[in-house]
């Protein structure tokens, strides 16, 4: 059986004609927007600022996640313009690697990255939900399926899923019950699943600037920039936070690298927007331009919040955060209890938006797995009257809720960060194979910094999965595991197509 790449059965998905072109620029910069901005921005720097132990540290991981961000948005942009077509990234993949790559990428994507996110992110909905509804929590079950006990696969010690506890409680009810509305609603048409996003994005957008305004004119603590601004950089606490013993740079590398999983978690998803690319209008300038100002406003937006968080409370308030909620302390912080419940909204506001986002996107990669004969093949359809992937958004969303029952979820997006960056270094890599393998295709738009800053990309990721090795094996075997079985998977599926199509 051969893995070579055959364009003949896949040209529906090529040109994808049953799909509607009615994403415009602005449609497509708040997809990528919307699907970056959760609530990992207003939670996550206190682990970062834990594990660092130092205020130059936490703005280091920022400005890495920022430059690593906006550099594989910049390639991705050159292979969207390429390839507009449903699908993207496993677009990309198929046709630079072969369809195997391709399909690894969509099989760990249904599995785990795009269903397991907006589990993760409709049951953070929930949980915020539950500030002003007491009513809403994890502890209060309407179904208790019973209690999991931690395994280790591989015999791994050090590698553990936890105790998880799987049942329905009203607070993955309401995740359950965000899916469902969202799923539904955006089967009426990508038009009606854009106007959501758009409202949504801005209100977000909106609201981490205002925090970030109020930060400079309100929240300027005295006391917090002396703490955090003397010693900015704290390089002995970073040794030592590292447990390097080569020398404190080492550490400062290191700690780079580890805190990586917070804050390439909080900025993903940017990449979403290529999987609608067969419904952008103008798909060959607006997929790149949408990609660059979506990712680079966002993450000027996460950095200046971080100088925010960093001049309102010192780092150790920062470290200790209630639930690591910084956002949430600093605007109590600023604001007392009327702040704590402003940002409870937000967060409300930022949670729904990216959960449409999540879900308006990933049903077009499943869509167009089916249309090369890798998934069920109703799953390749359009609904007649609205033209959307409606069945491939519904097993989306089936498999979501069922997510939201498990305790598992969340800990498996931790675990998938590994072979996330993998499958990005994969994909910028790809750039460089169709540069060599296609040199006279198209390229509307060309990759800005080619071939210096893809390189610089490549490496930098590459060194963070082998830190991630060393440092956090939980965060990389499993991942692995996942994607590996994809293997034999794809082999059945393969079998599946007609012999002219797998010669």
Same mark, same amino acid.
């Given at each position: 059986?051969?893995?070579?790449?055959?364009?003949?059965?896949v040209q529906?998905?090529?040109?994808?004609?049953e799909l509607?072109?009615?994403?415009?620029?602005?449609?497509a910069?708040t997809?990528v927007?919307g699907?970056?901005?959760?609530?990992?921005?207003?939670?996550?720097?206190?682990?970062?600022?834990?594990?660092?132990?130092s205020?130059?540290?936490?703005?280091?991981?920022?400005?890495v996640?920022?430059?690593?961000?906006?550099?594989?948005?910049l390639?991705?942009?050159?292979?969207?313009?390429?390839?507009?077509?449903?699908?993207?990234q496993?677009?990309?993949?198929?046709?630079a690697l072969?369809?195997?790559w391709?399909?690894?990428?969509g099989?760990?994507?249904?599995?785990v990255?795009?269903?397991?996110?907006?589990?993760?992110?409709?049951?953070?909905?929930?949980?915020?939900?539950?500030?002003?509804?007491?009513?809403?929590?994890a502890?209060?079950w309407?179904?208790?399926?019973?209690?999991?006990?931690p395994?280790?696969?591989?015999?791994?010690? @050090?590698?553990? $899923? &936890?105790?998880?506890? +799987?049942?329905l409680?009203?607070?993955?009810?309401?995740? *359950?019950?965000i899916? #469902? /509305?969202?799923?539904?609603?955006?089967?009426?048409g990508?038009?009606?699943?854009?106007?959501?996003?758009?409202v949504?994005?801005?209100?977000?957008?909106?609201?981490?600037?205002?925090?970030?305004?109020?930060?400079?004119f309100v929240?300027?603590?005295?006391?917090a920039i002396?703490?955090?601004?003397?010693?900015f950089w704290?390089?002995?606490?970073?040794?030592?936070?590292?447990?390097?013993a080569?020398?404190?740079?080492?550490?400062?590398?290191?700690?780079?690298?580890?805190?990586?999983?917070?804050?390439?978690f909080?900025?993903?998803?940017?990449?979403?927007?290529?999987?609608t690319?067969a419904?952008?209008k103008?798909?060959k300038?607006?997929?790149p331009? @949408?990609?660059? $100002? &979506?990712?680079?406003? +966002?993450?000027?937006?996460?950095?200046?919040?971080?100088? *925010?968080?960093?001049? #309102? /409370?010192?780092l150790n308030?920062?470290?200790?955060?209630?639930?690591?909620?910084?956002?949430?302390?600093v605007?109590?912080?600023?604001?007392?209890?009327?702040?704590a419940?402003?940002?409870?909204v937000?967060?409300?506001?930022?949670?729904?938006?990216?959960?449409n986002?999540?879900?308006?996107?990933?049903?077009?990669v499943?869509?167009?797995?089916?249309k090369?004969?890798?998934?069920?093949?109703?799953?390749?359809?359009?609904?007649p009257?609205?033209?959307?992937?409606?069945?491939s958004?519904?097993?989306?969303?089936?498999w979501?809720?069922?997510?939201?029952?498990?305790?598992?979820?969340?800990q498996?997006?931790?675990y998938i960060?590994?072979?996330v960056?993998?499958?990005?270094?994969?994909?910028?890599?790809?750039l460089?194979?169709l540069?060599?393998?296609?040199?006279d295709?198209?390229?509307?738009?060309?990759?800005?910094?080619?071939?210096?800053?893809?390189?610089?990309?490549?490496?930098?990721?590459?060194f963070?999965?082998?830190?991630l090795l060393?440092?956090?094996?939980?965060?990389?075997?499993?991942?692995?595991?996942?994607?590996?079985?994809?293997?034999?998977?794809?082999?059945?599926?393969?079998?599946?197509?007609?012999a002219?199509?797998t010669?």
């Amino acid at each position: 059986m051969s893995t070579s790449v055959n364009t003949t059965p896949v040209q529906v998905t090529e040109s994808s004609p049953e799909l509607v072109k009615a994403l415009g620029l602005t449609s497509a910069t708040t997809l990528v927007m919307g699907s970056m901005i959760g609530s990992g921005i207003f939670i996550v720097s206190a682990e970062i600022a834990r594990e660092g132990n130092s205020p130059g540290l936490l703005l280091g991981v920022w400005l890495v996640t920022a430059f690593m961000t906006i550099v594989g948005a910049l390639c991705y942009g050159e292979l969207a313009a390429m390839m507009p077509r449903a699908g993207g990234q496993y677009i990309f993949l198929r046709e630079a690697l072969g369809p195997l790559w391709g399909f690894l990428y969509g099989w760990t994507l249904f599995l785990v990255i795009q269903t397991g996110t907006i589990a993760a992110v409709g049951v953070a909905f929930g949980k915020f939900l539950g500030a002003f509804f007491p009513g809403i929590s994890a502890d209060r079950w309407i179904w208790h399926i019973g209690h999991v006990n931690p395994f280790h696969p591989f015999g791994i010690q @050090a590698i553990t $899923l &936890g105790n998880m506890d +799987v049942g329905l409680n009203t607070q993955n009810l309401c995740g *359950i019950v965000i899916v #469902v /509305l969202l799923t539904v609603i955006n089967m009426f048409g990508i038009k009606t699943g854009a106007f959501i996003q758009n409202v949504f994005t801005i209100a977000k957008v909106s609201a981490l600037f205002l925090l970030i305004v109020a930060g400079v004119f309100v929240g300027r603590n005295a006391a917090a920039i002396a703490a955090n601004f003397t010693d900015f950089w704290r390089l002995n606490a970073a040794h030592s936070a590292s447990g390097t013993a080569p020398g404190p740079w080492v550490g400062v590398i290191t700690i780079l690298a580890v805190g990586q999983v917070g804050s390439l978690f909080s900025a993903d998803a940017w990449n979403n927007v290529t999987f609608t690319a067969a419904e952008v209008k103008n798909p060959k300038r607006n997929l790149p331009l @949408a990609l660059a $100002l &979506g990712t680079g406003i +966002v993450t000027i937006l996460y950095v200046l919040a971080n100088v *925010i968080y960093l001049t #309102v /409370l010192p780092l150790n308030q920062i470290q200790n955060a209630p639930s690591d909620r910084v956002g949430t302390a600093v605007m109590q912080q600023m604001f007392g209890p009327t702040g704590a419940s402003l940002m409870a909204v937000a967060i409300l506001i930022s949670t729904f938006g990216c959960c449409n986002g999540l879900i308006l996107a990933g049903a077009r990669v499943y869509y167009a797995m089916a249309k090369d004969r890798l998934f069920f093949k109703s799953v390749g359809s359009v609904h007649p009257k609205y033209k959307t992937p409606a069945v491939s958004l519904v097993v989306q969303g089936v498999w979501t809720c069922l997510l939201c029952l498990s305790g598992t979820y969340g800990q498996l997006l931790d675990y998938i960060i590994f072979a996330v960056l993998v499958f990005y270094i994969l994909t910028i890599a790809g750039l460089f194979v169709l540069r060599y393998k296609r040199p006279d295709a198209e390229r509307p738009y060309r990759a800005v910094g080619y071939p210096v800053l893809p390189a610089i990309y490549i490496v930098m990721a590459l060194f963070i999965d082998v830190v991630l090795l060393r440092y956090k094996p939980q965060f990389t075997w499993p991942g692995l595991f996942i994607v590996l079985l994809g293997i034999p998977v794809y082999l059945v599926w393969s079998l599946r197509k007609p012999a002219a199509e797998t010669a």
